[in-house]
């Protein structure tokens, strides 16, 4: 069974620092990684993907994320967080079932 | 990216009555959807995974009397929550793929639905 695992429920950044969410999975096999962003009361954006190819992803609104096969890791970066990046962020897996599982949720705060 | 759309974002209904939300892929066939409940400040939980034409496959817990789930066309799935309780008031969110197209799944805005 596939897993992710989100270890900080919350991190909060001043406005133009960069940042880290960390996320960890479990997989037998090589994994579909995901990160979306949700805002209060909304559904879920994607940021970004990771299927196969170059570890290094670029998503929207400046993210990045690194797959890292030897750390099971796949950790989101920003390298200047806006206010408006205050959000709940998710890190989701699939792998043979095609059927997403997602970690619990890092919850962004920025101060200015 | 593809459209998926949820419908009604906000719904208020009295303890007992039954209450409808639909899902809709716009731009493509939703050969599988999936239906998640998310409690406040906490992760989605996978209530059922249905595909196109047959019985959705529920979640272990999941009551599949209790929350109906219809997928007749490859654009659309409903959840009805029957006999409907205060504690079944949450956040429903609907996704959607296609196994023509890649493995994403693509999201709806999600439905508030705050039993009374």
């Known amino acids: 069974a596939q897993s992710v695992t989100q270890p900080d429920i919350h991190i909060t950044v001043s406005e133009g620092a960069s940042l880290e969410l960390r996320c960890n999975y479990s997989?037998?096999?090589?994994?579909?990684l995901f990160w979306y962003v949700q805002s209060p009361g909304q559904g879920l954006q994607l940021l970004l993907k990771?299927?196969?190819?170059?570890?290094l992803v670029q998503g929207i609104k400046g993210f990045e994320a690194e797959f890292k096969r030897s750390q099971s890791s796949f950790n989101l970066r920003k390298p200047s967080v806006h206010w408006s990046d205050a959000a709940e962020y998710f890190c989701a897996v699939t792998g043979g079932s095609y059927i997403p599982t997602f970690g619990r949720g890092t919850s962004l705060i920025v101060h200015p | 990216g593809a459209v998926v759309s949820q419908h009604p974002s906000r719904v208020i209904c009295k303890s007992g009555t039954s209450v409808k939300i639909e899902c809709r892929s716009l731009?493509?066939?939703?050969?599988?959807m999936f239906w998640y409940r998310q409690f406040p400040k906490q992760s989605l939980m996978l209530m059922a995974t249905?595909?196109?034409?047959?019985?959705?496959?529920?979640e272990q817990g999941v009551e599949k009397d209790k929350f109906l789930i219809n997928h007749a066309s490859l654009t659309l799935s409903t959840l009805t929550v029957t006999s409907a309780h205060p504690e079944d008031s949450s956040f429903y969110i609907c996704s959607a793929r296609s196994d023509r197209e890649n493995t994403e799944a693509f999201f709806g805005q999600g439905t508030r639905l705050t039993v009374v």
């Open positions: 990771y299927f196969s190819g170059d570890t």
């Open positions: 249905s595909n196109e034409g047959s019985k959705a496959t529920y």
């Open positions: 997989y037998g096999a090589t994994p579909y």
């Open positions: 731009d493509f066939q939703a050969t599988t």
